[in-house]
Each structure stands twice: as structure tokens, then as C-alpha cells.
């Protein structure tokens, strides 16, 4: 096909058959795209413009597309988050970029193919945690995925947060641990009990840690921060409580 347009590509990025604006998550989601969309896509992954590749490669990879996949690989390569695209986060304004590369792949791997490129595309981006910012989509994509292998860069990850200062980042990490190395990450525990006022609150991740280890203690522990003085965290643990019940 010829080269798409702007308005093609804008299309094809943020707005539904019906031609409404619904946003790239929602487009993510699409469950058949058409094949004209998909080209207009395929040939945006070309565009001089960065930013414009990066978006037709998460959407792509969301779908299942090899080219889109192969392409989030290339610019995880290139460290794209040092060449101006950005992802802000919508709150605090961080570039979340490789976060949502991470959500891509997490809806690529729907697709039930790829198993070792996927391993190997989360370890590129886990090597990146704590030097960049990430919001939540790579801890909820590792909390579903059935790659147990990931359990010694995960941990690197939280460890190499936590010297850079980022605490509330590296516990991120700690259900994760708690999932596929929960010894170890009982081990970890004591470092991250901090009583401080944060927000967010890296209590909130310890709290998602220890529905993993189903034990008195734990269970102790989880009652205990049920009545924690920051609503959120205490939310949280009663919900767990809620759910180990």
C-alpha cells in the first residue's frame, strides 16, 4: 500500500471501526482488527517520527503481530526513552514508556506463541527497572504470566531499585518474588517495613506479597496492617484477608 496519511494513522491509533475516538488502551483491546488497519499500522512502524513507531508497535503487539512484537524489541534495543519519545505518567509526569511496552507484550503473549521471544524481551525491560520508572503494568503482567525463570531478574530489579533510593519501585517487585520465590521473598520483608507516610505506599505491595505465602504469620501480619492508619493499605489488607478466606 502506499504510505498511510496522518489522519490514517491517527485512525488506526486511537479510533474504532465506527471511526470514534476511543483511545489507544481501547484499541489494544480489539479483538479482529481489520487487515486495512493492520497495514496502515505495519507501515507506521517506518515512520521517521519515533513516537508515532512506538504507538504502532504496542497496538500492533497487543494484537498478536509478529512485526509489531519484533519492532518493541528494536526500540527496547535502542533505549528509545533516550532518543524523546515519551510516556508520561498521567499523574506525576515520569516517563512510563517501557511500562507500557510491558503491557503490549503481557497482550502479545494472548496470542499463545513466542513463549522463549516473550522471556527474553521481559528480561531486556526488567534490566531497566529502577534506572527507569514504571507504574504498575510490568508487576500486574508478571503476576499472570507463567514465566518462573524471570524470578532472579525480578529480584535484581527490586534489589537494584532499592539502591537507587526508589523504594516504593523495588516492592513493586515483592509479589512477584512472593509468586515464584516466596522464600525469598519473606526474607526481603523486613527491609521495606518502614513506617513512614508515603504516597504511593510501598506498604500496599507488601500487603499484595503476603497473600502468596499463606501462613499464620502472614495472615497475622495481614490483620495487624488491616487497621494501618493509611486507608489505602488497610483497603487492601482486608481484601486479601477477604480473599485467603
Known sequence: MSSPGEEQIFAALYADDDGQLVGLDEVQLMESPV???IDVLHAALGCSNLEISYKAAIVLAAWGDD???DALECLVDTRIDKQGVCDPHRIYGYNNVFDCIAHAVYLFGDCGRRDRDQVR?????LALYGECDFESKLKYALLRVDFPELANNVESACKRSKDAGKLYLASQMLPVIARWAPARAWEMLPAFWIDQKATPN?????VEALAYFQSREAEEILHHL????DKVVSKEARKVIDQLH
Open 35 to 37: 487487515p486495512e488497519r
Open 67 to 69: 512485526k509489531g512484537f
Open 121 to 125: 524481551l521481559y528480561q531486556k525491560i
Open 202 to 206: 510501598p506498604t500496599v505491595n507488601i
Open 226 to 229: 488491616a487497621n494501618h492508619r
